[in-house]
């Protein structure tokens, strides 16, 4: 940016994540009593250079500090110009299921880890950021919306987490904004940190992988048990041919995660050789496809789901 040189750049590691410090030179020559206006000019460019570095690390797990020098590396004091229009922060509203913010021993229980938090901010987006009580900065997960959903595998029974909410366009995430950004600016911009803890009994989510939870849900499976199923030896070919279970046995025991991606496998296995692909009229429904649905039906029934489960 015009008015903007970037004099060093130094990358470390720490921490299990990476910190990276921006040091910025305004142009001109240190101001002068008479140059205020213009000092001020140089130090928002600054600014703005600095939000856009920001920005190009934000989400990675990356923290970014940055610093305006004057071209004789003289550090400016951001206290010396006015500060930036900070809109005001959120107020929190709900904590897992308890109105309010509460922070202490007293801080609410949920009896799932599939909760959810949400602010107030009329007439705003906002920006939601949560982590493990007690974590750095490389475990904050931030995401938009106008409700903090927690979904499978986020959080872990009996432990403790906490969250807070900011307006999401306060100019630092506008790429074509006027407005001057720096890291003081953004954490003026934030509701106070809200506590919750999941209860021990709660469900464990954390070994879902990419497995759906309607799916999960809809065979009546629990992520954190395992079940047996017995299996003859024509039902164990089926199974390998249409998934990627690798070794079968008469008798499998695996989680219902596992097996809920198995039953999909199979779904889908079946769907693919029974699509017409060339439309021919006298085309029918290969019988590989018929026999992976109806395995499908049999280890639903024994897992305790539905006879005919919608899966895909």
Known sequence: MAGTVRRRTAVRCSAGFAAVAVVLAAAGSAPAPTEADSAVARYLACLREARKIADRYRGDGIRV??????PDDVPIDPKLFPPVAVK???????TVGHRGCV????????????????????????????????????????????????RPGDLAPGHSYRWRARVLDTGEERDDSDTPWSMADYERGWSPWCEF????????????????????TELGLRPDRTYTVSLSGRQQRLLRAGTDVGRTG?????????????????????????E??????DFTTPPESIAYRKLVDTISVELGGPRHPRLS
């Open 65 to 70: 500090n940055v610093a305006c020098l004057w």
């Open 197 to 216: 803890t999941v209860s021990a009994a709660a469900v464990d989510y954390t070994g879902m992988g990419d497995v759906s939870l309607e799916a999960l």
């Open 103 to 150: 922070t202490g021993p007293g801080r609410p229980v949920t009896a799932t880890a599939l909760t959810s938090a949400s602010a107030t901010a009329p007439g705003e987006e906002i920006w939601y950021e949560w982590q493990p009580l007690g974590g750095v900065d490389s475990d904050t997960t931030g995401t938009g919306g106008p409700v903090l959903e927690f």
């Open 276 to 281: 017409n692909i060339d439309g021919d009229e």
């Open 88 to 94: 005001p922060a959120p107020t929190p509203v709900v």
């Open 250 to 274: 008469a008798r499998m025991t695996l989680t219902g995660p596992r097996w809920t991606d198995l039953l999909v496998q199979l779904s889908q296995s079946a769907v693919f050789l029974a």
